[in-house]
């Protein structure tokens, strides 16, 4: 675990290690995500829709219905377009 000092801006440098592994360089935009008293740092993806892929996923697995519930949002939305 690295650990970085606040400056009176407030103001961190990332470490090395960080960096190296969100692959991020000086220009980089980042994104800070708030959970439960944790904040976590994300290299901000060069594309979203490949980043959201398969967001919420746990909550079809976890109900132990997947396939009832793709089935069932894949027909809705062939009423809605007929």
Do not use: H
């Not at 490949?50 to 746990?58: H, I, R």
């Not at 793709?70 to 809705?76: C, D, M, P, T």
Request: charged share 35%; glycine share 8%.
């Amino acid at each position: 675990m690295d650990t970085a000092t606040v400056s009176s801006k407030y103001q961190i440098v990332i470490p090395k290690k960080a960096r190296d592994v969100l692959g991020i360089k000086e220009g980089d935009k980042i994104l800070f995500d708030y959970r439960e008293g944790m904040v976590l740092l994300l290299a901000r993806p060069k594309d979203f829709v490949e980043f959201s892929k398969g967001l919420g996923s746990e909550l079809w697995r976890d109900s132990g219905r997947e396939e009832e519930n793709v089935e069932g949002e894949s027909s809705s939305w062939q009423k809605k377009s007929d």
